[in-house]
């Protein structure tokens, strides 16, 4: 199993719609999950992250965390152009001296 | 605002050539982190470094690939004799707490490595 998993194809979604991605992880032991924002040909860039099961909103992106299931989302609200990106979400492996895992990303277009 | 900054930007390279990554991270952060990106594909841990010694490292970071700080600003990545396969883009990143507990990585804006 991977550690880290985002399994969604390329999510397209209108300008202003809500566009949802998930992640699941396969370390029970985790306890830190960021969410990154990979623009083509640059460096991620983190934009929230989230240690207790529940929400957590920041401006227009909510993560949600259910560590019972395993699973990481993301929201992001009012989806605007320029939140055209590829998502990554990274947890860390308690068991390999805490270092982050990354998934492959979910990749976001909001159509004008 | 802070950032960490990586040098040089695009290198190219033939195979079996040494090559060296120089990363400049946040100067108060603690935890420093190589990572590359194969075009098309994930994030992958290379190595982490605290204290001045290697704290972990990845199946990819066989003895062909080291790392050294060698003063108080600079932590560098040295690949021995470049393969085909290194080709990828390489991130530095710091952390002032560990990464992964509740530290935050800060990415630089990578180094992306061509061998030919």
């Known amino acids: 199993q991977k550690e880290v998993e985002q399994n969604s194809g390329p999510l397209s979604v209108p300008e202003g719609a809500i566009a949802s991605l998930n992640c699941t992880y396969s370390?029970?032991?985790?306890?830190?999950f960021f969410w990154y924002r990979q623009y083509s040909g640059k460096s991620p860039e983190l934009i929230m992250s989230?240690?207790?099961?529940g929400d957590k909103e920041d401006g227009r992106f909510t993560a949600q965390l259910n560590k019972a299931s395993q699973y990481v989302s993301l929201l992001i609200r009012d989806s605007q152009p320029s939140d055209s990106a590829t998502y990554l979400c990274?947890?860390?492996?308690?068991?390999?001296?805490?270092?982050?895992?990354f998934g492959k990303g979910n990749q976001v277009v909001v159509i004008p | 605002e802070p950032e960490v900054t990586q040098t040089p930007s695009h290198q190219v390279t033939q195979m079996g050539q040494e090559v060296i990554l120089r990363c400049v991270p946040i100067?108060?952060?603690?935890?420093f982190y190589w990572y590359r990106q194969i075009l098309g594909q994930k994030v992958e841990f290379l190595v982490s470094?605290?204290?001045?010694?290697?704290?972990?490292k990845s199946e990819i970071f066989d003895d062909q690939f080291s790392v050294e700080r060698p003063d108080g600003s600079n932590f560098t990545l040295k690949i021995r004799s470049t393969k085909l396969e290194d080709s990828a883009m390489y991130f530095c990143?710091?952390?002032?707490?560990?990464?992964?507990?509740?530290?935050?990585?800060?990415f630089g804006e990578g180094s992306r490595l061509t061998v030919l």
């Open positions: 990143a710091s952390s002032e707490y560990r990464a992964g507990n509740t530290g935050e990585l800060f």
């Open positions: 370390d029970r032991g985790s306890q830190s």
């Open positions: 989230i240690y207790s099961n």
């Open positions: 990274a947890v860390n492996i308690l068991s390999e001296n805490n270092r982050l895992a």
């Open positions: 100067s108060n952060h603690l935890y």
């Open positions: 470094f605290y204290n001045n010694e290697i704290s972990e």
